[in-house]
């Protein structure tokens, strides 16, 4: 597609149910990126992908949390045992190469999580 | 620590009026900055963005000034329209990191009829 794409765009979940979200990058797009939106807030940076790697995982909230990416394009986002505080928007983002001075991220309209 | 933050939470316009939004920064190791406008039920959008070894940058109805020497960063909308009221964010990203942007908490614009 032209953009990026996020599915579901809504999901709701029982307490300790685990949850998988999708995020498929812009054709060509080498990095990617999950961030979380809590309600009115900013954004909170999760994981970081370059190809099928992932240098930094430094945002992920807990072990519950886990991502992976394969064939260096869709990736997974997984919450295990999910908890009434996980609830919020994830949205993921796509960019080309890291290391270009300039990178924009291109973002999906995001997956918003309620756990009940 | 370090952060990107907002003046003002909300900003209220008249339609046809300019609008400016602030945004301070503390990491003097940032080196990119980008301006995204996020609509109600929507990803974050790409407006502007500008390097450390520039002041000023225009693009269309908008420009972004950084400032240095103070740590500010602002984005001007000419002639705000309603289609621009959304929440603005800014961010940073600091020299030699992998990219990872550090966003501000938002402001909402507000633009009256």
């Known amino acids: 597609g032209a953009g990026v794409s996020q599915s579901p765009s809504n999901k709701v979940t029982e307490k300790g149910k685990d949850v998988e979200l999708r995020c498929d990058p812009i054709?060509?797009?080498?990095?990617l990126y999950w961030y979380r939106q809590s309600l009115g807030q900013g954004l909170e940076f999760l994981i970081y992908?370059?190809?099928?790697?992932?240098?930094?995982k430094s945002g992920l909230p807990s072990d519950r949390f886990s991502a992976e990416r394969t064939g260096g394009s869709v990736s997974t986002l997984t919450i295990q045992r999910t908890q009434q505080e996980d609830s919020a928007v994830y949205l993921c983002?796509?960019?080309?190469?890291?290391?270009?001075?300039?990178?924009?991220?291109?973002f999906g309209a995001g997956t918003r999580l309620s756990v009940l | 620590g370090e952060s990107v933050g907002l003046h003002l939470p909300t900003l209220s316009v008249q339609e046809g009026d300019n609008s400016i939004i602030n945004c301070a920064y503390s990491?003097?190791?940032?080196?990119?900055f980008i301006w995204y406008k996020q609509e109600s039920g929507k990803g974050p959008q790409f407006i502007i963005d500008?390097?450390?070894?520039?002041d000023k940058r225009q693009g269309q109805r908008v420009t972004v000034l950084l400032n240095k020497t103070v740590k500010h960063l602002s984005l001007q909308i000419a002639a705000t329209q309603p289609g621009d009221s959304a929440v603005y964010f800014c961010a940073e990203r600091e020299t030699g990191a992998n990219s990872k942007l550090t966003f501000g908490k938002g402001i909402t614009l507000s633009v009256r009829p």
């Open positions: 990491n003097s190791a940032s080196d990119y």
């Open positions: 983002a796509s960019s080309h190469d890291r290391v270009q001075a300039k990178n924009i991220q291109y």
């Open positions: 054709s060509g797009h080498t990095a």
């Open positions: 992908f370059q190809g099928n790697s992932a240098p930094d």
């Open positions: 500008i390097r450390s070894n520039m």
